[in-house]
């Protein structure tokens, strides 16, 4: 059975590309364009009692944020232990200080390397 990664960003560009990469990999992708779509996946899945490995996160997108987002994410107890990586082109100090306290368990500055994304993935997702 294939690990199931939610991931969440406005660009289509990113969006296409973590399918194309986590599916070649084996992955099941669920995808939603900003965070309050994000949440609204998460509720189906919970409904489903489908739980991702993990989730992946823009922090800039229209309607809910990034931070918000895992905010909101790590108040549902379904998903409170779900790794949560943060994907974005935010690389100050402070903005990271800001997702770690949210509850992110990592940080990647876009453009990402596959082979980079894959492997912070594989330290997270067993």
Known sequence: MS??????DDSKTIRASLE???TKEGYEVVLAKD????????????????KPAMII??????????????KEAKKMSFFKFTPILV???????????EGKKAGAAGWLVK????EQLLGVIQKFVK
Do not use: C, H, W
């Open 3 to 8: 690990k199931l990664i939610v991931a969440v």
């Open 20 to 22: 194309y990469t986590l």
């Open 35 to 50: 965070g309050q779509e994000g949440v609204e996946k998460l509720k189906e899945l919970k409904e489903e009692l489908k």
């Open 57 to 70: 996160t823009d922090i800039n997108m229209p309607r809910m944020d990034g931070i918000e987002f895992i």
């Open 87 to 97: 994907l974005t082109t935010e690389s100050q100090d402070k903005k990271k200080m």
């Open 111 to 114: 453009p990402f390397k596959q």
